[in-house]
């Protein structure tokens, strides 16, 4: 079976400081991996999505940038964090048929 | 370009009632729809989703949606609320293609009152 593995849960950093965000899934190939953003009354904002390995698409222009090194693996990357990267980042992945994401668990970021 | 709106941010229920989360969709070609749960701290859990087939779609808890072309919606319904049907729930919305992204409402904080 599938599963999707994000890490860490919880962070807390300071403004200025760089930030990785790590994403893996296992039990499939090829998937598209997708990071979004959870902001509290604002719903999911899609920031990036990954069709293969080294295929970046950004849907918002920001502080952030995301890497595919490997097929199974998705980093969600600052050089330098701002008060208003703070949320709850959540990736997911899905095959090319079907539609439906599965999620991970999500990380909480806090920038203070 | 596809988008969802969810209407009404919070919802209250009493345990046992009916319970009506309201999505409308607006999208150029036939659309795929999905409804999300989330409880706090976590990620998202499908709990169903229509993709061209049946237009009434039953999925997991006891909830249930109806697609509905000539209202552009797609309604969430449980007959009877239980205490842990409390959460937020999201609408989202997609068409088939290589990059299946799906648009999110903006979600619906469901309280179930005793």
């Known amino acids: 079976s599938q599963t999707i593995h994000q890490w860490p849960a919880t962070l807390v950093q300071p403004v200025g400081s760089p930030l990785s965000l790590e994403c893996t899934v296992e039990?499939?190939?090829?998937?598209?991996l997708y990071w979004y953003r959870q902001a509290a009354g604002r719903g999911l904002q899609l920031l990036f999505y990954s069709v293969g390995i080294g295929q970046i698409s950004s849907e918002v222009p920001q502080n952030l940038s995301a890497s595919r090194p490997q097929d199974w693996q998705f980093i969600l990357s600052s050089k330098k964090l701002l008060l208003s990267d703070s949320g709850f980042y959540l990736c997911?992945?899905?095959?090319?048929?079907?539609?439906?994401?599965?999620f991970g668990e999500g990380s909480r970021l806090t920038v203070l | 370009a596809q988008s969802v709106t969810q209407l009404g941010s919070h919802v209250s229920v009493s345990e046992g009632a009916l319970v009506l989360l309201r999505c409308n969709y607006s999208s150029s070609v036939p659309p795929y729809l999905f409804w999300y749960v989330q409880y706090p701290n976590q990620g998202l859990q499908l709990l169903l989703k229509y993709t061209s087939a049946a237009t009434l779609v039953k999925g997991i808890n006891g909830f249930e949606a109806e697609f509905k072309k000539s209202e552009t919606s797609f309604h969430l319904t449980k007959p009877s609320a239980h205490m842990s049907d409390a959460a937020e729930y999201f609408c989202a919305v997609t068409s088939p293609g290589a990059t299946n992204k799906l648009i999110f409402g903006t979600g619906t904080l469901l309280a179930v009152q005793p």
């Open positions: 039990g499939t190939s090829n998937p598209n």
């Open positions: 997911a992945w899905t095959q090319r048929v079907g539609g439906e994401l599965f």
